[in-house]
C-alpha cells in the first residue's frame, strides 16, 4: 500500500501531499522533469517545502526529452507562454511514469493534482481522463494501479484556503520559469484571480 504523488513545488501537489500526509499515507514523491522552462526553481521549492512539513524524500525522474522533442510555450522560451502552453500528453506522461513508479515501489495509487472542471483549460485534466488512464495502465502493465485526483472538487479559491490554513506558502507555479513568479502566465494568472 502506499501513494505516488506528482509533485512539482506548486501549491496543488503540494496541498494534495499534504492532504494524504496528514491522513497517515505512505507517500512515495515523484518530481518530472519534463522539460519545464521553470524546472530548477520548481525542483528546488519541492525539496525545499518537503522538508519544511516533514514529507518523505522525493524522487527525480528525468523526461527533459519530451519537451524539447515536443515543445509548448511552458519548454520553449521562443514560443508563447499563453497561446502555445498546451503541451500534448503531459498529463498522460506523468501518470504512465507515476504508475510505473508505483510498480517500483508497490504503490498501488497514483495522485495527480488535478482541480474542479470548471478550471479546466485543457482535455487532460478531468473525471474521463482519469478513468482512461486507469484502464490504459492495467491494460499496459497488468495490474490495477488507482489514479486519483484528491483536489478535483476543489476550485483554486478553495485551494488557496486551504493552503493558507495549513501554512503552506512560498510554493513555485509560474510557467515563464523566473526566479519571480512572471504574473502572466496561466498558471500566474489563476493563482491572481483565485
Known amino acids: 500500500m502506499g501513494l505516488v504523488t506528482l509533485v512539482s513545488g506548486g501549491v496543488d501537489s503540494m496541498l494534495m501531499s499534504l492532504f494524504a500526509h496528514e491522513e497517515g499515507v505512505k507517500l ?16 528546488e521549492t519541492c525539496r525545499q517545502l518537503h522538508e519544511q512539513f516533514g514529507l518523505p524524500e522525493i524522487t527525480y525522474m528525468d523526461l527533459s526529452g519530451f519537451g524539447k522533442i515536443i515543445p509548448s510555450g511552458i519548454t520553449d522560451y521562443r514560443l508563447r507562454i499563453n497561446e502555445d ?31 474542479y472542471q470548471s478550471d479546466h483549460i485543457f482535455p487532460d485534466q478531468d473525471e474521463k481522463f482519469i478513468e482512461g488512464c486507469e ?57 491572481d484571480n483565485a
Open 28 to 43: 512515495f514523491p515523484l518530481f518530472i522533469d519534463y522539460g519545464q522552462l521553470g524546472v530548477s526553481k520548481e525542483w
Open 135 to 191: 484502464k490504459m495502465i492495467e491494460t499496459s502493465m497488468g495490474k490495477h494501479i488507482n489514479v486519483i485526483a484528491p483536489l478535483i472538487e476543489f476550485s483554486k479559491t478553495d485551494v488557496l484556503t486551504m493552503a493558507r490554513a495549513r501554512g503552506l506558502k512560498n510554493t513555485y507555479s509560474c510557467h515563464a520559469g523566473g526566479d519571480r513568479p512572471c504574473g502572466v502566465c496561466i498558471a500566474c494568472v489563476e493563482i
Open 85 to 115: 502552453a498546451f503541451l500534448p500528453g503531459r498529463n498522460l506522461l506523468f501518470v504512465l511514469a507515476g504508475a510505473a513508479y508505483a510498480l517500483k515501489v508497490q504503490a498501488d495509487s497514483v495522485a495527480i493534482g488535478l482541480l
